[in-house]
């Protein structure tokens, strides 16, 4: 029997920015999920400085690593970076929409609004992750940001990505919904 494979499909927040692989969120919970007697082999598909557009124009190379379900988080970057809610809602539809049409189980991991403006309009923003999750039926992770981005000591210099002790506690937020998509994934073999 294949090893299920996990795409972490997302910004500097999967790809383990400032750190090293082994650190990285996808390394991290696929680790803590070995640690319960659970193979599974994480593919990490986190690029810094991406928004939800960019992933899109690289949505090939996540479906060609023929993985059996999909972590989608996408959206720091775009509020930090200006884009319109409307727009950011578009093409994370774009992404949901594509994964669930290759047969993928999602969860959608949303993120707090990080623009800097004061006229961006947040609360629309913070509104597109779960507003899409209730479209789509997916089960959502609130906010990537939430289990280490208020306390200090789990923080990279930058005051903004964690470092090794925040991406810790990141995976082991995620991990009972990493753990129910690769049961999600066993209920519901699919050829591949």
């Known amino acids: 029997m294949s090893v299920p494979r996990l795409a972490f499909f997302g910004d500097s927040l999967f790809a383990g920015y400032g750190l090293a692989p082994n650190q990285a969120l996808p390394a991290r919970v696929e680790a803590l999920l070995r640690v319960e007697g659970r193979e599974i082999r994480a ?3 986190g690029v810094s ?19 059996a379900a999909c972590l989608l988080e996408f959206g720091a970057n775009d509020s930090f970076q200006g884009y319109s809610p409307a727009e950011v809602e578009q093409n994370l539809e774009a992404l949901v929409t594509a994964l669930r049409g290759a047969d993928l189980p999602v969860l959608l991991v949303g993120v707090r609004c990080l623009a ?6 947040a609360e629309a923003f913070e509104a597109v992750h779960p507003a899409l999750a209730k479209r789509h039926g ?3 992770f609130p906010d990537i940001l939430a289990p280490y981005v208020e306390d200090p000591d789990l923080l990279l210099p ?3 990505h964690p470092n090794a002790d925040g991406v810790e506690a990141m995976a082991r937020a995620l991990l009972p919904q990493a753990r ?3 049961e999600t994934v066993a209920s519901n073999p699919l050829p591949r």
Not at 116 to 121: A, C, I, L, Q, R
């Open 138 to 140: 997916l089960p959502l």
């Open 158 to 160: 930058d005051g903004l």
């Open 116 to 121: 800097f403006e004061d006229e961006y309009p």
């Open 49 to 67: 400085g991406e928004t939800a557009a960019d992933g899109l124009r690289r949505l090939h190379r996540v479906l060609a690593g023929a993985p």
């Open 43 to 45: 593919l990490n598909f």
């Open 180 to 182: 129910d998509l690769l």
